[in-house]
């Protein structure tokens, strides 16, 4: 059940990668809904208990959020930790 679980929701997100014409605010929600559901999935792979399973989801909607970019500006969306983002050009 685990390993057809793992698939459909690994199917899911291959299938919102192929959303190019998303606005920055979707890019960043989508990145931020990636990264929790990808940090979730490995917690469960994983057989975490609960504590780690939230610490993982929160830790991959952090790493979903910094991924979140502007392909045609090159800006990426930031987060200042009081839960506001801003704009500015991508660091490498």
């Known amino acids: 059940m685990r390993s057809i679980m793992t698939g459909l929701v690994a199917a899911g997100v291959l299938a919102l990668g192929g959303c190019a014409e998303l606005t920055p605010d979707e890019r960043l929600a989508v990145g931020a809904l990636g990264g929790a559901a990808t940090g979730l999935i490995a917690a469960d ?11 993982a989801a929160l830790g991959g909607a952090a790493a979903g959020t910094v991924v979140a970019r502007n392909t045609a500006t090159n800006q990426c969306a ?15």
């Not at 506001?84 to 660091?91: D, E, I, N, Q």
């Open 78 to 92: 930031y987060s200042r930790g009081d839960g506001t983002y801003y704009r500015a050009p991508c660091r490498r």
């Open 45 to 55: 792979q994983l057989e975490a208990d609960d504590d780690w399973r939230i610490i």
